[in-house]
């Protein structure tokens, strides 16, 4: 995923910031907790592009990199039980990390404990959707930017799920006729197999048009005159498709 600009106008992200700035040039260790995808990462990249990098659970190479390196950024430090054989000693060290397993043992070992906020509770949220949204529609090369449907927006997974459904969005609200008619061919490809296949394959048409066509007018009744359908046999449709 392109770089997010995480400052945006979060007070949030901006006093994690703050406080990476003062320590930056002492040799003190700094740890980074937070859930998954939140940008913790990309964060620390673009704070210390110096560094060197380490993967916590990968422990020959750690010690090594203890050994020979000043500065060092250890990332997915939540696979490390017990940290206290650890030497960060004379060294700047910067520990990422998706849970802390032991709170007590971690205030110990480091002289700062940051939290980054889930998505859900950032004070910038629009305007990260916004920056996401910019560079979905650059990598899909759309030129008509879309409205967004909010209440379709998936922040379980963070950034990861945020673009994701911003991406469906994106690409669903682009569609031509003939990209349809495509996606429709590889779906009939890869099942149309079996008997009676028109018939179980037909909700997929019916159900979409008239949950688009109840939404859109908000009236069976125009909805009927709309699709040249008798009110009963409309009725009946919906009854069959489960359409509330």
């Not at 397993?101 to 889930?118: G, V």
């Not at 922040?155 to 031509?176: D, E, G, M, W």
Request: hydrophobic content about 40%.
């Amino acid at each position: 995923m392109k770089t997010v600009h995480f400052l945006n106008n979060s007070e949030q992200i901006e006093n994690i910031v703050k406080g990476f700035s003062l320590t930056r040039s002492l040799f003190v260790s700094s740890l980074l907790t937070g859930e998954p995808h939140t940008g913790k990462k990309s964060l620390i990249k673009q704070l210390f592009p110096s560094a060197f990098w380490v993967d916590a659970s990968e422990k020959e190479v750690l010690e090594i990199a203890l050994k020979e390196h000043s500065e060092i950024v250890i990332y997915n430090f939540h696979t490390i039980l017990n940290c206290d054989h650890l030497k960060f000693e004379n060294k700047k060290i910067i520990a990422i990390s998706d849970k802390v397993n032991n709170r007590a043992r971690a205030e110990k070992k480091f002289a700062f404990i940051y939290t980054m906020p889930n998505l859900e509770k950032r004070d910038d949220l629009p305007s990260l959707i916004s920056s996401i949204q910019k560079i979905v529609e650059e990598e899909l090369m759309v030129t008509e930017p879309v409205e967004l449907d909010s209440s379709q927006l998936d922040l379980s997974q963070n950034f990861r799920s945020l673009k994701a459904s911003i991406s469906r969005q994106v690409v669903v609200k682009n569609c031509s006729k003939e990209d349809i008619q495509n996606i429709l061919f590889d779906y009939f490809m890869k099942h149309l197999e079996g008997n009676n296949v028109y018939r179980e394959h037909l909700p997929l048409f019916e159900s979409a048009l008239i949950e688009a066509g109840l939404q859109k007018h908000k009236s069976q009744l125009k909805l009927s005159k709309v699709l040249g359908l008798n009110r009963n046999t409309l009725r009946k449709k919906i009854e069959e498709n489960n359409i509330d």
